[in-house]
């Protein structure tokens, strides 16, 4: 008992070594909790200058988005395709209905009589002068489910 009072009665230059510690402790303290809000303080600069990138890039998502949504306008699309391709909507006559769906495979599987065979030399001179030409062409035949 005697060494620990020994230790709060003990004096350095005139002052008791507990009392210095406090002090030192304290002001331990003092600059660490200044230091903690200088990195708060930063911490909260760059939360702002991120909540800020973040509006800037919602703002640009939604510009984008309706970019996109005047894009794709459906009237859009189809005054594009018939200016540029040549493109028109399906006439009611080129429509199937699924009742038909097996005379119209029966034709198209049939050999057209029509074609007449080309020579191999012709063939390949037709290819090489209009290679769109010999291509195939789509069908152009909509399939409509038949109302009960």
């Known amino acids: 008992m005697r060494g620990v009072s020994g230790l709060f009665n003990r004096r350095v230059r005139g002052i008791r070594l507990v009392e210095l510690v406090g002090v030192v402790l304290a002001v331990g303290m003092m600059m660490w909790v200044g230091f903690s809000k200088v990195r708060e303080g930063e911490s909260v600069r760059r939360l702002n200058t991120l909540n800020a990138q ?7 998502i939604k510009e984008l988005q309706v970019r996109v949504a005047h894009l794709e306008r459906p009237a859009r ?31 198209l599987s049939a050999p057209d009589k029509a ?9 390949t001179a037709q290819a090489s002068a209009d290679p769109v030409a010999t291509a195939p ?11 009960p």
């Open 115 to 123: 074609v007449k065979p080309v020579a191999p030399s012709q063939a």
């Open 54 to 60: 973040i509006a800037v890039e919602e703002a640009a």
């Open 137 to 147: 062409a789509p069908s152009l035949i909509t399939i409509t489910e038949a109302n």
């Open 77 to 107: 699309i189809e005054a594009l395709a018939t200016q540029h391709l040549g493109m028109t909507p399906v006439k009611p006559e080129r429509e199937a209905r699924l009742e038909n769906l097996p005379e119209i495979s029966k034709a």
